[in-house]
């Protein structure tokens, strides 16, 4: 049994080291790197959720947002394209479908509570791995100062839609570098300092080690998807239930009727940490 009580880590690395592996990951981290590990969403006042598409962040992390802006934290939506490809019909024009798809975008978010829907502004599909969106979203995480940030999972196995792995990617990188003071690129607005993002969410996670409790909420998601009625108002009954039924899941794990489930990490261990995978 170890018992720390503001310890040095160096006094107990061998102790540390003798325990099973995830149990002394799990201590590790919740004592010598990040204390408020298991009180994140308590402590955050500022959050910015990142999705590829209008729709993404009422999908994985809806209830929780609803949740944490009832409870006066400012949170920040910033969409990565324009969802022009999110028809199956071929008679709509890709533009106009983005035009419908901005304006569900911002009902969804204001029924979330939502202070600002930002877009970088790349078209559906095309969500580029590069400097330029990298650059984007670090001015954005200087500007808005998010203490906490919500990005897909772009280590999700079987994940097929680049813009789901392009937005997680970028995101992740884009957390990493917004708060080194030698980090700049063109384009890159002068004169914002640099940002630390305390934690970083990942939403559509198979590897979740932190579940939210929505069993307030999940109305207030699901009232927030509706309003995506080019997505869901052909086929609600399966969404709901869809959604309902995740909840359901992800709720049994803590206990409580609704949950949404993350992987939550110390945004230090984003870089060069073998046990990152298993925290
Ligand atoms: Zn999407």
């Excluded at 790197?33 to 006042?45: G, K, Q």
């Excluded at 598409?53 to 934290?73: M, N, Q, W, Y």
């Excluded at 798809?101 to 791995?129: C, T």
């Excluded at 996670?205 to 307030?216: H, L, Q, V």
Aim: hydrophobic fraction near 45%; charged fraction near 25%.
């Amino acid at each position: 049994m170890v018992v720390f009580v503001s310890v040095d880590m160096s006094k107990v690395v061998g102790e540390l080291a003798q325990l099973p592996l995830e149990e002394s990951v799990k201590l590790v981290v919740r004592k010598f790197i990040a204390p408020d590990f298991d009180r994140v969403f308590e402590v955050v006042n500022r959050v910015l959720c990142v999705a590829p598409h209008p729709d993404d962040c009422e999908f994985g992390v809806g209830g929780t947002i609803a949740s944490l802006s009832r409870k006066g934290k400012r949170v920040y939506m910033v969409i990565a394209t324009d969802g022009s490809l999110g028809t199956s019909d071929p008679a709509i024009a890709p533009q106009r479908l983005a035009e419908v798809r901005r304006q569900e975008q911002e009902e969804a978010a204001s029924v979330l509570g939502v202070e600002k829907v930002m877009w970088l502004g790349y078209r559906d599909g095309y969500m580029p791995y590069d400097k330029e969106a990298r650059t984007k979203l670090i001015t954005l995480i200087r500007l808005l100062k998010p203490e906490l940030v919500f990005a897909p999972d772009a280590w999700l196995p079987y994940e097929a839609h680049l813009d789901h792995r392009n937005t997680g990617l970028v995101t992740a990188e884009a957390v990493l570098f917004a708060s080194l003071p030698h980090y700049t690129e063109e384009n890159l607005i002068t004169g914002l300092e640099p940002w630390h993002v305390s934690y970083i969410a990942f939403y559509y996670t198979s590897r979740p080690n932190t579940f939210y409790d929505i069993t307030d909420t999940i109305e207030v998601k699901l009232e927030a998807l509706k309003a995506h009625k080019s997505q869901v108002s052909s086929n609600w009954g399966y969404w709901e239930a869809l959604l309902r039924y995740l909840a359901i899941l992800y709720g049994k794990k803590i206990g409580v009727k609704y949950a949404e489930a993350f992987k939550l990490l110390p945004t230090s261990l984003l870089h060069a940490i073998p046990f990152t995978e298993i925290v």
